[in-house]
Nanobody, 118 residues
Framework: QVQLVESGGGSVQAGGSLRLSCAAS????????VGWYRQAPGKGREAVAH???????NYADFGQGRFTISGDNAKNTVYLQMNSLKPEDTAIYYC????????????WGQGTQVTVSS
């Protein structure tokens, strides 16, 4: 099992920044990918950014140039730096740790609310 605890959400005005954190504990060695997802009111959950254990990243189009995913192995923590926030970025943000080869290793955090006002 892997336990994930997100933090860093909050309310900001459009154009502002937030940094989300996801602290992991447990059997992290079973994981080969981490990512951030979000779910806006009335919408499905969508991927925001992924980070592989080799350090490769990819981003949803809406996050390119504004969001940065990074990890600190010493702290077992993954971050999502979000700049130039827009009202449409308002959502609950979730971190996810998983193994692309083993479906049973798929863990989600509880989510953190991000609200961007215009």
């Amino acid at each position: 099992q892997v336990q994930l605890v997100e933090s860093g959400g909050g309310s900001v005005q459009a154009g502002g920044s937030l940094r989300l954190s996801c602290a992991a504990s447990g059997r992290i060695s079973t994981i080969n990918r981490v990512g951030w997802y979000r779910q806006a009111p009335g919408k499905g959950r969508e991927a925001v950014a992924h980070l592989t254990m080799r350090g490769n990243t990819n981003y949803a189009d809406f996050g390119q140039g504004r969001f940065t995913i990074s990890g600190d192995n010493a702290k077992n923590t993954v971050y999502l730096q979000m700049n130039s926030l827009k009202p449409e970025d308002t959502a609950i943000y979730y971190c996810r740790y998983w193994n692309t080869d083993y479906a049973e290793y798929d863990f989600w955090g509880q989510g953190t609310q991000v609200t961007v006002s215009s």
